[in-house]
């Protein structure tokens, strides 16, 4: 008797047995993909760890429906790295199998194919049976598993499909098409050489019987007379009403210049690719003390403050890897920052450099996995997001992490609910391999782990090219309100710094802090705000639509025109969101271009892409937005930071409150100033005082992590303790508080760890469903092991529980 033992990518803790004749025996390996059946009618894409002669207990195998793979697509590191993400994070592997894999390897019944848009395809290249189901999707926009099963008269179908992927002419219905590529806006310069009073007479001298070309020179003089921003092509004709014809014969004649200002940047390290790179003498100091910290230690932090050139340290450290012919992975916190340091690095290395993309589709992250997986020159360097982490790596020689002290590592919905910066510290130990985190605001975490000497330590305290840190004045919101020198939610100072910014053409970033503070309406006379019908929140005000949304549950209505408390017609907004300070704005600089990025504008594909494009091509001259601001942009343009109020982020229930507000505050104000001119940052407040406050003007990181570190000790929280967090829902209120009673019981009764709860959260109650939090806090130095075990066994038995077991209960370690 011969079987395999399988993941399926269903939320199932354990692996499966299947049956297989001897002849599979012998072909069948660890990390191929084969076809079973599963529960009544259904088949899946289950994945091969094992392969052995013992029968199940408990259960007779079914056999297999067909092998998919010639040779392994998953291997030895992985599995073993995916089952170690599944008991960390006390999740099914199923669930860490279905997220690492690229769906189109995941091929079930239920799976829609469709054919691949704006592709030609050569007919004679399909087999016969290629061929039927091409045919079929010039009738039928997309087809089932079934169909296909019906079209070819034959149950296995999933190679015949898979071909299909790999030649690019199906694709798997769920996913997005688009790419998306930075648009290009043009400039014009004038030639140097016309840049004087003789050159310009000399020009119109010139030009003197080409009527149109000699007016869009002088409209090119009237509005750089004017604006000291870069003009672009679409300006200029605009003005002069003249064809682009004209702007292109005078680019020809040599007398303007075209030029991209996102090209340039490409160009510029282009430049430095001919001469090698050169490290200033601060960052060659950091990247051999990073060396020789590698020499001992496994992981090393990089603590560089904003601008202090820590990417050219990283191409650096790569450029020796991959020189060893070893694998490296950078993550990034978002997958919206891949473009700007693809292109980046791509300049050093070519082609050598490939992105893991979620917003990629499915041929494409196939493509990038093949070549990890034949640890192929085209992904030696592969730049992504935290599922990057899940590629087949065999030779992996180092990783970064950027950006390390970002939350988004965390994945905090669906499971696996892993930290991908922990994670990746775990992988890299199975390959002998580093890891560098860098940061300007490194978690409290990982600074206490630099700090005990577990990680290396290297710190870069100036910015690259001496440019000066951002100067940082407080404004006192009391003084200014008191003294009637507020405009909405614009202080003078505020206003007078953007005005002298933007009249020298330079860019203006002003930073919301949203979370809690969206706008409401609310009710004059008797004070009610109306709610989400099947949340616990209030709706939210959207002025550009007229409506009030739930921000959990995506419930709208027209904004009321009376109260459905009182009737009385006397309502008004309360709070400010980033819509608000864009209306403000508005109003305030009439002439400005402003942009807004938040969870609104950039929701679409490529949304924040766009945004930051156009930023980046200056079409934008003020930009407002939330905390996705602060990750690590690089604009070279803006000399302004405003901070339109500190305290709604310091006042935010939670314990890490004031290391995420010094963490967000420092970041945003590191945008500032990037190139030679020293930048400038307004942080409004109503408490000046603050101890974090001052620290972030101060710069003073140390202060705020030691005084942070020894709350956290008093108050029992990471790095000194860690935490397993339960969430429990259901719809029936009375059923959930009883449950957790009884869990938080017996929990208290079989561990001897302080556990909070179970409590209401602040949001009690999304999508009709109710909800209850309790936090296990497990000592440092107790096992973590054990520990998860005994929560796991209570876990089980609580489901045993009959009236309980409708109860969902969610497990976040780590919880971040
Ligand atoms: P950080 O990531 O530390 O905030 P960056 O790596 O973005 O800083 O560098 C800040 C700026 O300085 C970038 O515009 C970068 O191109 C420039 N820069 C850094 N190091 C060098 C170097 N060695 N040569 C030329 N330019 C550099
Ligand atoms: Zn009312
Ligand atoms: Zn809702």
Redesign the pocket.
């Known amino acids: 008797m011969h079987f395999v033992e399988v993941i399926l990518p269903l939320s199932l803790e354990k692996t499966f047995t299947y049956s297989i004749s001897e002849a599979e025996f012998q072909y069948i390996q660890k990390g191929m993909r084969i076809a079973v059946p599963f529960g009544k009618s259904k088949v899946y894409t289950a994945l091969v760890v094992e392969v052995h002669q013992n029968q199940p207990i408990l259960y007779e195998a079914k056999e297999i429906q067909e092998i998919l793979d010639e040779k392994p697509v998953v291997n030895e590191f992985q599995i073993n790295h995916w089952f170690w993400v599944a008991s960390y994070y006390m999740c099914a592997i199923g669930d860490v199998y279905r997220t690492a894999m690229p769906s189109a390897f995941l091929l079930e019944s239920e799976t829609l194919i469709t054919q691949k848009q704006e592709i030609f395809i050569n007919e004679s290249q399909l087999t016969d049976e290629e061929f039927m189901i091409y045919e079929a999707l010039q009738k039928q926009s997309s087809l089932k598993i079934q169909d296909i099963v019906a079209i070819l008269n034959k149950k296995k179908v999933f190679p015949v499909i898979q071909k299909l992927i790999t030649k690019n002419v199906l694709v798997l219905q769920e996913e997005m098409q688009e790419n998306y590529k930075p648009k290009l806006v043009r400039y014009i310069r004038l030639n140097a050489h016309y840049n004087s009073n003789e050159g310009l007479s000399e020009l119109l001298e010139q030009l003197k019987n080409a009527k149109k070309q000699r007016e869009a020179v002088l409209a090119y003089f009237q509005i750089s007379a004017v604006e000291k921003k870069p003009i672009s092509v679409k300006k200029l004709t605009e003005s002069t009403n003249s064809g682009s014809t004209v702007v292109k014969s005078l680019v020809e004649k040599g007398i303007f210049e075209e030029y991209h200002i996102q090209e340039d940047r490409i160009n510029?390290s282009g430049k430095?690719n001919e001469a090698g790179?050169?490290?200033?003498e601060v960052?060659q100091k950091a990247f051999s003390e990073i060396n020789t910290q590698f020499l001992s230690k496994d992981v090393c932090l990089l603590h560089?403050?904003?601008?202090?050139?820590?990417?050219?340290i990283y191409i650096q450290l790569i450029e020796q890897y991959i020189k060893e012919q070893k694998q490296v992975l950078y993550l990034l916190p978002e997958i919206a920052l891949t473009t700007q340091l693809t292109e980046?690095l791509q300049a050093y290395f070519g082609n050598k450099v490939a992105v893991f993309h979620s917003k990629y589709n499915n041929n494409e992250r196939v493509e990038v996995w093949n070549n990890v997986l034949n640890n192929s020159d085209k992904a030696q360097i592969v730049i992504g997001a935290r599922s990057a982490l899940f590629l087949p790596f065999s030779n992996l020689g180092l990783i970064i992490v950027d950006e390390e002290h970002e939350q988004t590592f965390k994945q905090q919905d669906p499971a696996p609910r892993y930290h991908a910066r922990d994670a990746a510290i775990v992988l890299a130990h199975s390959h002998n391999a580093k890891v560098l985190l860098?940061s300007?605001t490194p978690s409290l975490e990982t600074f206490f782990n630099a700090e005990s000497g577990k990680y290396g330590l290297v710190t870069v305290t100036e910015?690259?090219?001496n440019v000066m840190m951002p100067t940082i004045d407080l404004v006192d919101l009391k003084d200014k309100y008191f003294r009637k020198r507020m405009t909405g939610h614009f202080s003078d100072t505020l206003i007078e710094s953007i005005t002298e910014a933007l009249s020298l053409g330079e860019q203006v970033i002003l930073f919301q802090n949203r979370r809690g503070y969206s706008p409401v309406i609310e009710c004059i006379t008797c004070g009610h705000v109306p709610h989400c019908p099947q949340c616990d929140v209030s709706l939210t005000y959207h002025k550009h639509k007229n409506q009030l949304r739930c921000h959990y549950c995506g419930y709208s209505m027209a904004n009321p025109t009376n109260c459905h408390q009182c009737n009385s017609v006397e309502l008004t907004t309360k709070g400010f969101g980033t819509e608000q300070i864009q209306l403000e704005l508005i109003e305030l600089f009439p002439n400005a271009k402003i942009g807004r990025m938040d969870q609104d504008t950039t929701r679409g594909k490529f949304g924040f892409e766009k945004i930051i494009d156009s930023f980046k091509n200056r079409e934008i001259d003020i930009l407002v937005g939330t905390q996705m601001l602060a990750k690590?942009l690089?604009f070279?343009n803006v000399s302004l930071v405003g901070i339109m109020n500190a305290d709604n982020m310091l006042y935010h229930p939670d314990f890490r409150a004031f290391e995420r507000s010094y963490q967000m505050m420092t970041q945003v104000s590191?945008r500032a100033g990037?190139s030679e001119k020293q930048g400038k940052v307004i942080i409004q407040t109503y408490n000046p005082e603050h101890t974090i406050i001052r620290q972030v003007t101060n710069n003073d990181y140390e202060g705020m992590y030691r005084e942070q570190l020894h709350e956290r000790m008093i108050y029992k929280y990471p790095p000194y303790f860690r935490l397993v967090k339960l969430t429990l829902k259901h719809r029936d209120f009375n059923k959930l508080k009883d449950g957790a009673m009884w869990l938080s019981e017996v929990l208290r009764q079989n561990m001897n760890v302080p556990i909070l709860g179970p409590e209401e959260p602040p949001i009690s109650r999304i999508r009709n469903e109710y909800i209850r939090t309790m936090m296990v806090k497990i000592p440092k130095e107790n096992s973590i092991l054990g520990t998860k075990k005994t929560i796991q066994k209570i876990l089980n038995s609580f489901e045993t529980v009959a009236q309980y077991r409708s109860i969902k209960v969610i497990v976040n370690v780590d919880f971040y």
Do not use: H, W
């Open positions: 510029f430095i790179m050169v490290l200033s960052q560089g403050v904003t601008s202090s050139g820590k990417t050219e980046r860098g300007a910015r690259y090219g690590g690089d070279d590191g990037r």
